[in-house]
């Protein structure tokens, strides 16, 4: 991975694509923050020129087609060809039941979760594929393979995986590689403003996982730098999970044996 590349962010305003934008933009890449929100966006690019890199912001609004589709014509004719590309797009939903969800809230979940990362690819993904080189990352969740009340959310991170699946296996041949991340509990501006209303409960997102603690953009952000390095030359179709263990604590941590009590804790219980 030498020289400098052109990297476009979706969502790179904030949380995980605003943690990508300035990781990439550390290796001395130039990175395109695109958003919806202008201001968090140009926010980014002012702090990532501030440290001595490269950024420009465009404004997308990733929901709608012609909106995708304007971002890549402009970028590739007035920066340069995108060799990377994040689509790190996307919102939250509160716990809720199939009674009660408001049907226009589910709609945009998927509009921007799924629709979103799916034009984002379409747009950016045959550019690609025609120079022969290209890696795509897509954001998923552990929502997407643990069933939760996140009855939009969860779904369209599943989707997002089985797309991330299919395009590998499409664009490998023209030397572009697609994977996925797939984050735990990740302590993002809008996942703090959640906590603060009460709406998510951090001690015990922290608690299920297996290093007992939640996951920090940055770290997500050291996720999709590697997939798109040579050092994941040959790593095509993966959902890479980072989520400093929740998912193999999950199980663990509710054997009938263990009575719910982390096994390295003084007042640890014998399992079965």
């Known amino acids: 991975m030498s020289g400098q590349r052109i990297a476009v962010v979706t969502g790179g305003g904030s949380g995980i694509g605003k943690a990508a934008s300035r990781r990439f933009a550390l290796h001395g890449d130039l990175v395109v923050v695109a958003d919806f929100n202008e201001a968090t966006g140009r926010s980014v690019v002012d702090a990532i020129r501030a440290e001595g890199g490269h950024a420009e912001f465009r404004r997308v609004d990733v929901a709608e087609q012609a909106s995708v589709d304007a971002l890549a014509a402009d970028v590739e004719s007035t920066v340069g060809p995108v060799e990377v ?96 991340v797939m984050p735990g509990y990740v302590l993002t501006e809008a996942m703090q403003a959640r906590i603060d209303a009460g709406k998510r409960d951090a001690r015990s997102m922290a608690g299920h996982s297996a290093l007992g603690r939640m996951v920090a953009p940055e770290d997500v952000a050291q996720g999709i730098f590697f997939l798109c390095s040579d050092a994941a030359s040959c790593i095509t179709g993966v959902v890479l999970p980072v989520d400093a263990g929740y998912l193999p604590a999950l199980s663990y941590l509710h054997h009938p044996g263990l009575g719910g009590v982390h096994p390295r804790r003084e007042d640890r219980r014998p399992v079965a």
């Open 85 to 180: 590309l994040v689509t790190s797009a996307g919102i939250l939903q509160n716990a809720t039941d199939i009674a009660s969800f408001d049907l226009a809230e589910h709609d945009r979940v998927w509009a921007i979760n799924y629709r979103g990362v799916y034009l984002s690819c379409r747009a950016f993904g045959p550019r690609m594929a025609a120079r022969g080189r290209g890696s795509i990352v897509n954001i998923s969740s552990t929502s997407a393979v643990d069933p939760m009340p996140l009855l939009a959310y969860g779904p369209s991170k599943a989707a997002v995986q089985n797309l991330t699946g299919a395009l590998a296996v499409e664009l490998g041949p023209d030397g572009v590689r697609v994977n996925a």
